[in-house]
């Protein structure tokens, strides 16, 4: 049983129009994690959230927004999407536990820019 | 400043050889994960080492943590074409801890020829 679940598998949008990525999972895991990941690199954190707490990288666009309405679901907005932003999305959660932070990812959203 | 250094990015050879990963920090880790990743996918966990010194397991895969806890390496032996993939390590580094920010690798590609 998927255990974080990405929607959509793949997402076309227009150049300037905004788009929304969802996610959701039933680990109940405190942490979650957008990335962005381009071909053949690895992939780039771009927020996440411990709990309810927003952790937001230095170097993400302010063109990316998240919410996280609660502990199952973390959504990422892209408010103008340019060519640059056509990427792989994941989604990633994770918990501490006696062997570290183990994390668990989604499938990925694969977003196309037109 | 990339805090895990990988190497190396790419790595092209025949089915039966034997290779190896290295994944450097200057910065001391809880512990470390490997993990694989497929074209169009997302990545799969597959091993998380949390003692300096631990060697584990995993069919031909073998990985070791450092005894200082900044490293860590993946030796894969006899390798055959289904190994072909993205080899990433991560990990949360001690300072990150209390936020749990999950930071990769620049991964290892590695493909394997028949």
């Known amino acids: 049983d998927a255990m974080v679940i990405q929607n959509p598998r793949y997402q076309v949008t227009q150049f300037g129009k905004p788009v929304t990525l969802s996610c959701s999972q039933t680990?109940?895991?405190?942490?979650m994690y957008w990335y962005q990941q381009k071909s053949s690199q690895a992939p780039k954190l771009l927020f996440h959230?411990?709990?309810?707490?927003?952790?937001n990288e230095a170097d993400t666009p302010d063109n990316f927004q998240s919410r996280r309405p609660n502990t199952s679901f973390c959504f990422l907005d892209i408010r103008s999407p340019g060519l640059g932003d056509a990427a792989m999305y994941l989604c990633?959660?994770?918990?501490?536990?006696?062997?570290?932070?183990?994390?668990?990812f989604g499938q990925g959203t694969r977003l196309t820019v037109v | 400043t990339q805090l895990l250094e990988q190497s190396p990015q790419f790595l092209s050879i025949q089915e039966g050889e034997n290779l190896t990963v290295y994944c450097n920090s200057s910065s001391v880790f809880s512990s470390l994960q490997w993990y694989r990743q497929e074209p169009g996918e997302g990545p799969v966990l597959l091993v998380t080492v949390v003692t300096g010194g631990e060697v584990k397991k995993l069919k031909r895969l073998t990985f070791q943590f450092g005894d200082a806890r900044k490293d860590s390496s993946l030796h894969i032996t006899a390798a055959q074409p289904g190994d072909t993939g993205l080899y990433l390590c991560?990990?949360?580094?001690?300072?990150?801890?209390?936020?749990?920010?999950?930071?990769f690798g620049q991964g290892t590609t590695l493909q394997v020829k028949p």
């Open positions: 959230y411990y709990d309810k707490d927003f952790n």
């Open positions: 990633a959660t994770s918990s501490r536990t006696a062997r570290g932070t183990e994390a668990f």
């Open positions: 680990l109940n895991h405190n942490v």
């Open positions: 991560a990990g949360v580094n001690k300072g990150s801890s209390n936020t749990g920010k999950l930071i």
